[in-house]
């Protein structure tokens, strides 16, 4: 079948699903919008409440449907799942979310889907490493929307710590999207300037007494890496980062933009690493995932990956895939 390239559907319209089809319908990246969900009413329900919008936002069809919707997408994003509660890690939700993964897995490839398949369900990097071993789709068509968020997130609190806009720091997070994830600090920089270079330009000054730059950007790293714990514990859940993260997932594709996100991708000698699925900076375009880059890493940052590595590997083994 024809993949329509101004196509797409969301598989599961809760909070993170219906933030991201309002993102879309922000964007006007697509023309026509499919929303899925086990409970048909709310997905009819979500339909019509965004709709109720396009007077003010883009042209596009939005509707309800059904798995036999999906075949000419170009993008079908994948959100459906157990939400993380208070106290749980993304990888407690290993056992509900897999079978669930299942289940949407069997209808879609019952289809004749050609089109990319993004996986946003938590723990994204083991999901996606099942979406695409249970799929048999080709590696670049089944990505995760891997570390994007904490990206964002990153780039932001340094942003606020150094004094200048965040969409001038160029710093990246990978590994899991978890607890084990690890910021490359070694590669940071500000519009080209190494941050070092950075902070004695602008004759930066940490905000606590004692403290330099290194003990500064591990607290930034730490914030990052337990804010959906934080945002979870005031708030019950997470969902217009992650909305607007998959937001600039889908430009990229539609746009064919070429752009380097850390998304999740399933590694194949890439950093050493094969069996796997982390979040890594690779190029995407319209076909997916076009080429993982192998950005230099610190000793120290291959350590860590490679730790963060170990962590997936277990998990994905506990599948029995």
Same mark, same amino acid.
């Given at each position: 079948m024809q993949i329509n390239p101004r196509k797409a559907a969301i598989v599961g319209c809760g909070?993170?699903? !219906?933030?991201?089809?309002?993102?879309f319908l922000q964007q006007g990246l697509f023309s026509r919008l499919v929303l899925l969900d086990a409970n048909r009413d709310k997905a009819e329900g979500e339909a019509m409440d965004l709709s109720d919008g396009l007077p003010y936002g883009a042209s596009m069809e939005i509707t309800a449907g059904t798995y036999d919707d999906i !075949?000419?997408?170009?993008l079908v994003v994948i959100t459906a799942g157990a939400n993380q509660k208070p106290g749980e890690t993304r990888l407690d939700l290993i056992g509900k979310n897999i079978a669930i993964l299942r289940e949407i897995l069997g209808e879609i490839t019952a289809r004749d889907f050609g089109g990319i398949l993004l996986i946003v369900s938590n723990p994204v990097d083991v999901l996606t490493y099942a979406a695409w071993k249970l799929s048999g789709y080709p590696r670049g068509r089944v990505i995760g929307s891997g570390t994007v968020l904490d #990206?964002?997130?990153l780039k932001q609190l340094v942003g606020e710590e150094l004094g200048v806009d965040s969409r001038n720091v160029h710093a990246l997070i990978i590994g899991e999207h978890g607890d084990s994830e690890l910021a490359v600090w070694s590669e940071a920089n500000v519009s080209g300037l190494d941050l070092e270079d950075f902070c004695r330009i602008r004759r930066w000054r940490p905000r606590e007494a004692g403290a330099d730059l290194p003990a500064a950007l591990d607290r930034l790293y730490r914030t990052v890496r337990?804010? !959906?714990?934080?945002?979870?514990?005031?708030?019950?859940? #997470?969902?217009?980062?992650?909305a607007m993260a998959v937001g600039r997932i889908a430009a990229a594709i539609v746009k064919d933009e070429h752009a380097v996100l850390p998304i999740s991708v399933v590694l194949e000698g890439q950093y050493g690493l094969e069996g796997v699925a982390l979040s890594i900076p690779s190029l995407v375009g319209r076909d997916g995932l076009e080429e993982?880059?192998?950005i230099p890493l610190s000793p120290e940052e291959s350590r860590a990956l490679a730790a963060s590595a170990r962590q997936m590997e277990e998990a994905i083994a506990s599948l029995g895939l």
């Open positions: 909070f993170v699903g !219906a933030s991201i089809a309002f993102r !075949a000419d997408c170009a #990206t964002g997130r337990d804010s !959906a714990y934080e945002i979870i514990r005031r708030k019950g859940a #997470t969902y217009y980062g992650i993982i880059l192998e």
